[in-house]
């Protein structure tokens, strides 16, 4: 018997030196100590704020998903050209109406690392400069979501996920969120979403869960 324990012990050191290696070795390790993302200063957040105008152009109309695979079918093309067609199509388009499209380093995670609190989502709710994005799917959407929020799944048809990154306003201050709590989705479209060049993107970890609870 204790020989077995003996065994059992040692097969778990052996799991856990593994973890930690392929961890270590990964291109995003996950942090060994759980750390809280610092949350945003309202300074921050007002003076970013001033430097959106409140009239701004309205989102640019996706493309429909039926022209995007009836073009599929008469041209044989896999589902992944066309969505590099159709990012590049509405990139081209939002470029010739002046929307701004500065280069954002993709490995600079210095905006979606920061978060915003219940009481910073609360007082901005209804300011236009703000745009809230819903990562969860669209069913936990129907039930329930945070104020004019936009829904955005990042695991749903990938094709029409990118249209709806690509056709967002670019001179917005975006707040993204999920579930909340351990819910990566938020983080998940962030980073395509830093990858597509938007910039001011910051994450309310306490999501719909405390949302839900705070706002009475």
């Given at each position: 018997m204790k020989k077995l324990g003996l065994e059992i012990a040692a097969i778990v050191i052996v799991a856990v030196l593994l973890a930690l290696l392929t961890n270590n070795f990964a291109a995003k390790p996950l942090p060994l100590i759980g750390h809280k993302a610092p949350i945003v200063a309202d300074n921050l957040l007002d003076s970013l704020a001033a430097q959106v105008p409140i009239a701004t152009k309205p989102v640019i109309e996706n493309t429909t998903i039926s022209k995007v695979e009836t073009q599929e079918k008469t041209t044989g093309k896999t589902e992944k050209e066309n969505t590099k067609e159709t990012i590049k199509d509405i990139a081209s388009v939002n470029k010739n109406d002046n929307v701004k499209t500065d280069n954002v380093?993709?490995?600079?995670?210095?905006?979606?690392?920061?978060?915003?609190?219940?009481?910073?989502?609360?007082?901005?709710?209804?300011?236009?400069?703000?745009?809230?994005?819903?990562?969860?799917?669209?069913?936990?959407?129907?039930?329930?979501?945070?104020?004019?929020?936009?829904?955005?799944?990042?695991?749903?048809?990938?094709?029409?996920?990118?249209?709806?990154?690509?056709?967002?306003?670019?001179?917005?201050?975006?707040?993204?969120?999920?579930?909340?709590?351990?819910?990566?989705?938020?983080?998940?479209?962030?980073?395509?979403?830093?990858?597509?060049?938007?910039?001011?993107?910051?994450i309310f970890t306490g999501g719909w869960d405390e949302w839900n609870k705070q706002k009475k």
């Open positions: 380093n993709p490995d600079d995670k210095s905006n979606i690392e920061k978060t915003v609190t219940f009481a910073q989502v609360k007082q901005r709710l209804n300011d236009p400069r703000f745009f809230f994005i819903d990562a969860r799917n669209a069913e936990e959407f129907a039930k329930g979501h945070i104020g004019n929020s936009v829904n955005i799944f990042p695991y749903e048809q990938e094709v029409k996920y990118m249209e709806k990154i690509m056709t967002l306003p670019r001179d917005k201050i975006f707040v993204i969120y999920c579930t909340g709590g351990t819910c990566d989705l938020s983080h998940k479209v962030a980073d395509d979403m830093l990858g597509a060049g938007f910039k001011n993107i910051f």
